[in-house]
């Protein structure tokens, strides 16, 4: 299970280990690599925890950096500009495109 305090440290982990790598890319991916920092033991048998339709905790282990799976870490809420939602509304406006087929 994971608890708000060990999202935090995991958090604040994934942060530093992109800092590490942020640094490495500005260098062109120079060799040698940059040395990782070892994946702390507490953070192995994390679970997402968020509270599932059935209201139990969810169950998945493969965790993003914010601490949840990739079905709770969050949708996208849509577009928040006028420009995003113009565009958005013409997504289904478009007429279908023709496929050629090329069979063999």
């Given at each position: 299970m994971?608890?708000?305090e060990l999202r935090k440290r995991h958090k604040a982990?994934?942060?530093?280990?992109?800092a590490i790598f942020a640094a490495w890319r500005a260098r062109s991916?120079?060799?040698?690599?940059?040395?990782?920092e070892p994946f702390p033991a507490e953070f192995r048998d994390m679970?997402?925890?968020a509270k599932t339709r059935a209201g139990t905790p969810c169950k998945q282990k493969?965790?993003?950096?914010n601490g949840r799976c990739k079905w709770h870490g969050g949708c996208s809420t849509g577009p928040?500009?006028?420009a995003g939602k113009k565009r958005?509304?013409?997504?289904?406006?478009r007429p279908k495109q023709k496929?050629?087929?090329?069979?063999?």
């Open positions: 994971m608890t708000p982990y994934c942060r530093r280990q992109n991916y120079q060799y040698p690599p940059p040395v990782r679970t997402c925890g493969a965790i993003f950096a928040k500009t006028e958005a509304a013409l997504n289904g406006n496929r050629s087929h090329t069979g063999g």
